[in-house]
């Protein structure tokens, strides 16, 4: 493995700032038990892992002009059995924004410098404590913003994704070096059924590796959420299908400061999909200014739309809709009013899902929900990767990758053109090696360990 580990012992402030009842200083390194002996006076050593005290901390606990900065406690971890499999210390100090940066300041005095961005975990990733897909794993579990993205990537850091690619990876390059060394022998002294054998395994990849790929698809979509925007002429009912759809939870979730008024951008979640959801004549509202900017913005949003809600009262003829309607949901508005779900009911069959609503019953909320659910499934299994450093983009973009090596393999085996074949086998083991960190470089770890805040 390459040295990324130094002698030196970092640290850094692992909780969140702000105030607190409870922050955590965590000192990671060869030098940690010395850190926490500077800082505490009593000296700790591997027999105390698993084990916490209660301690005074200071600046220098051993210089006559020593000062008090808190009282908390110290959590021993001993290598290989701690977070990054060196020795770590954490201290537990009160929280607030004084505290945790004197002690912090105390352990530089120590000799501890602070820690890089995601340095624990890529400590914990070099000592073989974690996988690459595990520490992408952790990054996802503390940006997941909905509980069901949390499991998703508390899944994966259990390892399973991981261990799934690596029997994937083992098995790509098994085979693609058996074919190499079918290759030295002639036709006659090999199995009759070899090139069935060999076409059935790689359509078996080719299922694994798609699976894969909808899976992290999926988890992407977790992770950032889909862009649902609310399109319709002025009074068919927007703002107030949005607060429905919102209900008591708008006060909550809303992310924007200010009154709900100002509001155009909203969050939400329905059956664990977090929702970005954007009323165009909110847009407008707040932009009155200049109108047309208004528009512009709207037109933006439409274009960049996951999902459209079209709402119609069926008041004019007119479908005014001319985006693009695979991803349109035509939305019936105010079915409470006498006459419309006729109405709605006689309109012709579109190829878009029709759904009557109404935001004073409730009425088709949940329909709603439900085919929004069903958007989003689709969505996930077809969305298109924006290339990036991002990490989940960075999994997709590799298993495409293999996925596209596999089907040059398998076309390769129909000619046959075996060499070719091996060489596609070898291309699809070496970007599924990428994803788990048995194949890497010192920019794919900068990309992933960088997305890390400081303290992880
Ligand atoms: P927007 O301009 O599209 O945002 O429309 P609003 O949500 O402000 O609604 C315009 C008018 O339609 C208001 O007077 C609402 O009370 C009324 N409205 C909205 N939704 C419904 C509904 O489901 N049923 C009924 N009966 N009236 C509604």
């Known amino acids: 493995m390459m040295s990324v580990i130094s002698g030196e012992t970092i640290s850094a402030i692992a909780t969140a700032p702000g105030r607190s009842g409870v922050a955590v200083v965590r000192v990671s390194g060869g030098g940690a038990f010395d850190v926490a002996k500077r800082l505490t006076g009593r000296s700790f050593s591997s027999a105390d892992a698993g084990r916490f005290f209660y301690v005074k901390f200071y600046d220098d606990a051993s210089s006559e002009g020593r000062n008090l900065l808190d009282d908390g406690l110290v959590l021993v971890f001993a290598a290989p059995h701690s977070y990054t499999g060196e020795d770590v210390v954490e201290f537990q100090t009160h929280g607030g924004s004084v505290t945790p940066r004197r002690i912090?300041?105390?352990?530089?005095?120590?000799?501890?410098?602070?820690a890089r961005r995601g340095e624990f975990t890529e400590r914990a990733f070099m000592n073989g404590r974690l996988d690459l897909d595990q520490a992408e794993a952790v990054i996802n579990l503390i940006d997941a913003r909905t509980d069901r993205g949390a499991d998703e990537a508390l899944n994966s850091l259990g390892g399973f994704k991981g261990k799934e690619f690596a029997s994937i990876y083992d098995g790509l390059l098994h085979t693609g070096s058996t074919i190499e060394h079918m290759l030295d022998f002639s036709e006659d002294e090999l199995p009759g059924d070899w090139?069935?054998?060999?076409?059935?395994?790689?359509?078996?990849?080719?299922?694994?590796?798609?699976?894969?790929?909808?899976?992290?698809?999926?988890?992407?979509?977790?992770?950032?959420?889909?862009?649902?925007?609310?399109?319709?002429?002025?009074?068919?009912?927007?703002?107030?299908?949005?607060?429905?759809?919102?209900?008591?939870?708008?006060?909550?979730?809303?992310?924007?400061a200010g009154t709900t008024r100002d509001s155009i951008e909203d969050f939400m979640e329905v059956d664990g999909w977090p929702i970005r959801i954007v009323d165009t004549a909110g847009l407008r509202e707040t932009d009155d200014v200049i109108e047309a900017e208004g528009v512009q913005r709207s037109e933006e949003f439409m274009a960049k739309a996951d999902v459209i809600l079209y709402l119609d009262d069926l008041s004019s003829d007119a479908f005014a809709y001319d985006g693009n309607v695979s991803k349109m949901i035509h939305v019936v508005t105010k079915c409470d009013k006498e006459g419309i779900p006729e109405k709605a009911a006689a309109l012709k069959n579109a190829p878009y899902a029709r759904?009557?609503?109404?935001?004073?019953?409730?009425?088709?909320?949940?329909?709603?929900?439900?085919?929004?659910?069903?958007?989003?499934?689709?969505?996930?299994?077809?969305?298109?990767?924006?290339?990036?450093?991002?990490?989940?983009?960075?999994?997709?973009?590799?298993?495409q990758i293999a996925q596209g090596a596999i089907e040059k393999a398998l076309e390769a085996l129909k000619v046959p053109e075996y060499v070719i074949a091996a060489n596609e086998y070898h291309n699809a083991a070496d970007a599924i090696g990428k994803i788990i960190g048995k194949v890497y470089s010192d920019d794919l770890l900068d990309a992933v360990f960088s997305r890390f805040c400081v303290g992880k």
């Not at 912090?104 to 602070?114: C, D, H, I, P, Q």
């Not at 059935?200 to 959420?225: C, F, M, N, P, W």
């Not at 019953?361 to 929900?369: N, V, W």
């Not at 077809?382 to 973009?397: K, N, Y």
Request: glycine share 8%.
């Open 104 to 114: 912090l300041e105390a352990t530089f005095s120590a000799g501890a410098r602070l």
């Open 195 to 256: 090139d069935e054998q060999l076409h059935a395994a790689t359509l078996e990849y080719h299922s694994q590796i798609s699976g894969a790929l909808a899976k992290a698809r999926e988890g992407k979509v977790l992770r950032d959420g889909v862009l649902v925007v609310l399109a319709g002429r002025p009074n068919v009912g927007k703002s107030s299908l949005l607060n429905a759809l919102l209900g008591e939870k708008r006060a909550i979730v809303n992310e924007r």
């Open 355 to 399: 759904i009557c609503t109404s935001s004073v019953t409730g009425d088709g909320m949940d329909d709603l929900k439900a085919e929004l659910v069903k958007m989003f499934r689709r969505l996930a299994a077809t969305t298109s990767e924006t290339p990036g450093a991002d990490v989940t983009t960075r999994q997709c973009e590799l298993l």
